[in-house]
């Protein structure tokens, strides 16, 4: 009971938890599913972008490219390690992964068609994961919040540089400026669905939020989204595809149109365009790899022998 | 940046080191002396300067497929982190050729056909993921060709080119860790499981035949070699041989008994790899002319 207390206290007064306190089960099942939801993300994620290294039209856009996909695969390190410091594995979370027990953003179940998606992928996913993803630099769990300040820094660096390859598109020929409308018609809507369902419906965001786990529902994130979007979209020459976006003087924010909830539902359930296709992926490149896995292991148990 | 708006950092200003591992696209070579010695042919220059770069940015290419598709996490990295530091070589060594002939690095590396690529076979061979070759193949070609390459900039470092000579210092730091890299794991393998074992055998017969080609110097290559340019591949063979048979011996290894295949690769003559290799590279700068990126 003192241990429950002195958790709550130290919650409540915006401090850390560290690995090694008291911590109520119920808070590390969900930091660990949470936590792992976001490494399986940048994992999944690294698919649809890696789609375009090969294919990048310039050798500058190749190695921002590679070196963007590079650092979500470091993303997801330090956020299985993060796990790991609450007991938790990276081998069964991957297994969870790939067996379709344990959830990533439904975002990266979207096909990315041309170059431009690469841009807007930068601009407004990564933009909605920062909005998402910032407010967690506080979070109340200090291994989450010092791997998101990282995570953060480095998120804020891809939107920048997909921004920038869509204002360079923008300057280009037609063809590239229909390319970029394109790629932002097809990936608005989605993007305002990662900020998950509205907040009726939203299952576990009441108690997050006491844990400090999670520390804005989802609509105001959404809203925060739509309100940081519209002026870049304006900006770089571009309409979002969503005629009700209007400013609303009287709340202080963009009203906007209706989420199509039934296709959000679609793709969290696996009946999502690429959903089949990415688990498929990433089931192949471990079960393709395991061998290596195994040798390396047997390799390093004979040198502890010798040693 | 602030915690609060997430578009706060659209307008910062540049910062590197937001990157998790850096990203080798920087001037590294801003400061060096570019002026062209007129004792130096600029033909051959160019050639040769398209030959090292061509050898790197094809070989980024291959390296890259494993994104996503290594067997850990810790290798999607590494690998991606050998493409970037080959891709940074390619574009300071076709931007060369490109001063000297009036045209950039990406008109180079989009526009030019399979015969007019350079690039040595090793480079643009199928070694995994593909269906050519898996794990153990790629670190075969990867411990031969970084041991080559390494040699190879090790001398250029002397090059009467202050370009090469800058390209090269800063690539044998680069080349250092991608030859480490490819023989722990040519060890691990060799040293972990029958299975390991056998497919690393098998990833060294692979590579093995394209052996020869980089000891083969190209009649430019000989003539800067003169000039204190180049460097002759030929002078490299004993120091290759010597690393490649100590890094096989720890593991237990033999050379593989194989035959030699011919190479051509600096002369514009490939393999049937190169031509769909070069489609999938090129294919959105072509179908867009006129195009900004």
């Known amino acids: 009971m003192d241990l429950e207390r002195e958790f709550e206290r130290v919650v409540a007064a915006d401090h850390r938890i560290e690995p090694r306190d008291w911590m109520?089960?119920?808070?590390?099942?969900?930091?660990?599913?949470?936590?792992?939801?976001?490494?399986?993300?940048?994992?999944?994620?690294?698919?649809?972008?890696?789609?375009?290294?090969?294919?990048?039209?310039?050798?500058?856009?190749?190695?921002?490219?590679?070196a963007k996909v590079q650092d979500e695969a470091g993303h997801g390190l330090y956020l299985y390690a993060a796990t790991e410091t609450l007991g938790a594995d990276r081998e069964d979370l991957t297994t969870k992964l790939i067996e379709g027990r344990q959830k990533y953003s439904s975002i990266f179940n979207y096909p990315t068609l041309t170059f431009a998606d690469v841009g807007v992928i930068g601009w407004l996913v990564d933009g909605a994961a920062i909005c998402n993803q910032v407010p967690l630099c506080r979070t109340s769990y200090g291994p989450y919040a010092r791997a998101m300040i990282r995570v953060c820094k480095e998120e804020s660096f891809h939107q920048r540089q997909g921004y920038e390859l869509l204002m360079t598109m923008m300057r280009g020929t037609d063809a590239q400026k229909a390319m970029v409308q394109d790629a932002v018609n097809r990936w608005w809507w989605p993007s305002l669905m990662m900020f998950g369902p509205p907040d009726a419906e939203s299952s576990n965001t009441e108690q997050s939020m006491v844990w400090r786990i999670k520390r804005h529902t989802n609509d105001e994130l959404r809203q925060r989204f739509v309100d940081m979007s519209v002026p870049q979209a304006e900006k770089l020459g571009v309409t979002l595809p969503d005629p009700k976006i209007a400013w609303n003087a009287e709340r202080g924010h963009h009203d906007f149109g209706d989420i199509d909830w039934d296709e959000f539902w679609q793709v969290v359930k696996g009946d999502g365009p690429c959903n089949a296709e990415r688990i498929e992926n990433r089931r192949k490149a471990h079960e393709d790899g395991a061998w290596v896995r195994e040798a390396a292991a047997a390799y390093a148990a004979k040198k502890e022998r010798v040693a | 940046m602030s915690f609060d708006n997430a578009y706060e950092s659209l307008v910062e200003g540049h910062e590197e080191k937001h990157w998790a591992f850096g990203t080798g696209f920087t001037h590294a070579l801003s400061g060096v002396d570019?002026?062209?010695?007129?004792?130096?042919?600029?033909?051959?220059?160019?050639?040769?300067?398209?030959?090292?770069?061509?050898?790197?940015?094809?070989?980024?290419?291959?390296?890259?497929?494993?994104?996503?598709?290594?067997?850990?996490?810790?290798?999607?990295?590494?690998?991606?982190?050998?493409?970037?530091?080959?891709?940074?070589?390619?574009?300071?060594?076709?931007?060369?050729?490109?001063?000297?002939?009036?045209?950039?690095?990406?008109?180079?590396?989009?526009?030019?056909?399979?015969?007019?690529?350079?690039?040595?076979?090793?480079?643009?061979?199928?070694?995994?993921?593909?269906?050519?070759?898996?794990?153990?193949?790629?670190?075969?070609?990867?411990?031969?060709?970084?041991?080559?390459?390494?040699?190879?900039?090790?001398?250029?470092?002397?090059?009467?080119d202050p370009v090469l000579a800058a390209v090269a210092a800063k690539g044998v730091k680069e080349l250092t860790y991608h030859r480490d890299h490819a023989a722990q794991w040519v060890l691990r393998l060799a040293g972990g499981t029958d299975y390991s074992r056998e497919r690393m055998v098998a990833g060294l017969a692979v590579v093995w035949p394209h052996l020869d080609e980089l000891f083969t110097a190209h009649p430019i290559e000989h003539r800067l070699a003169e000039?204190?340019?180049?460097?002759?591949?030929?002078?490299?063979?004993?120091?290759?041989?010597?690393?490649?048979?100590?890094?096989?011996?720890?593991?237990?290894?033999?050379?593989?008994?194989?035959?030699?295949?011919?190479?051509?690769?600096?002369?514009?003559?490939?393999?049937?790899?190169?031509?769909?290799?070069?489609?999938?590279?090129?294919?959105?700068a072509r179908a867009l002319p006129g195009g900004v990126w």
Not at chain 1, 50 to 56: D, P, V
Not at chain 2, 234 to 251: F, I, K, M, N, Q
Not at chain 2, 252 to 268: E, K, N, W
Not at chain 2, 272 to 283: D, G, H, R
């Open chain 1, 24 to 66: 109520p089960d119920g808070y590390r099942k969900t930091l660990i599913r949470q936590i792992a939801q976001h490494a399986h993300s940048e994992i999944i994620g690294m698919q649809p972008e890696g789609n375009w290294i090969s294919r990048a039209p310039s050798l500058r856009r190749k190695a921002i490219l590679l």
């Open chain 2, 227 to 284: 000039a204190g340019v180049a460097v002759d591949p030929a002078e490299l063979r004993s120091e290759v041989d010597s690393v490649l048979d100590t890094v096989l011996g720890a593991a237990g290894l033999t050379r593989p008994d194989v035959a030699s295949v011919p190479g051509g690769g600096r002369g514009g003559v490939h393999t049937e790899a190169m031509a769909p290799l070069l489609a999938e590279m090129q294919v959105v």
């Open chain 2, 34 to 160: 570019r002026a062209i010695s007129s004792t130096v042919d600029r033909d051959d220059l160019a050639a040769y300067c398209l030959m090292l770069g061509d050898d790197a940015l094809v070989y980024a290419q291959r390296l890259a497929e494993w994104c996503a598709k290594a067997p850990e996490l810790e290798e999607d990295v590494a690998l991606a982190n050998i493409a970037l530091d080959l891709l940074g070589q390619a574009r300071m060594l076709l931007s060369r050729a490109g001063e000297i002939q009036g045209t950039d690095e990406d008109a180079l590396a989009y526009l030019r056909d399979s015969s007019e690529f350079r690039n040595v076979h090793l480079a643009e061979i199928d070694c995994g993921p593909g269906p050519g070759g898996d794990f153990a193949t790629t670190m075969a070609r990867l411990l031969v060709f970084s041991a080559w390459r390494l040699a190879l900039l090790h001398r250029l470092t002397g090059s009467a």
